[in-house]
């Protein structure tokens, strides 16, 4: 779905661009207000690949910077 020339997230386009995730973490996401673009970018950088981001190797900000604190929220715990 477009609204003007952004693309608003639905649940099905999260979970395409993000592959599986819960469905808290898929509300969470819908809830940041970012768009494609933004959700693309903080997917590059919860992946370490910052070399693909539109400014490279700046951090996200916005709704990018908070989608991507959601795909990485709890990492470090599953990581334990």
Same mark, same amino acid.
């Given at each position: 779905?477009?609204?003007?020339?952004?693309?608003?997230?639905?649940?099905?386009?999260?979970?395409?661009?993000?592959?599986?995730?819960?469905?808290?973490?898929?509300? @969470?996401?819908?809830? !940041?207000?970012?768009?494609?673009?933004?959700? #693309?970018? =903080?997917? &590059?950088? *919860?992946?370490? @690949?910052?070399?693909? !981001?539109?400014?490279?190797?700046?951090?996200? #900000?916005? =709704?990018? &910077?908070? *989608?991507?604190?959601?795909?990485?929220?709890?990492?470090?715990?599953?990581?334990?």
């Amino acid at each position: 779905m477009q609204n003007g020339s952004r693309t608003v997230l639905t649940a099905e386009l999260v979970r395409s661009v993000c592959g599986q995730l819960s469905d808290e973490k898929v509300r @969470d996401i819908l809830t !940041t207000g970012a768009g494609l673009g933004e959700l #693309e970018e =903080a997917m &590059a950088w *919860a992946a370490g @690949d910052d070399e693909h !981001t539109p400014l490279r190797h700046l951090p996200p #900000e916005g =709704a990018a &910077a908070k *989608a991507y604190d959601v795909l990485v929220a709890g990492e470090q715990d599953e990581e334990c």
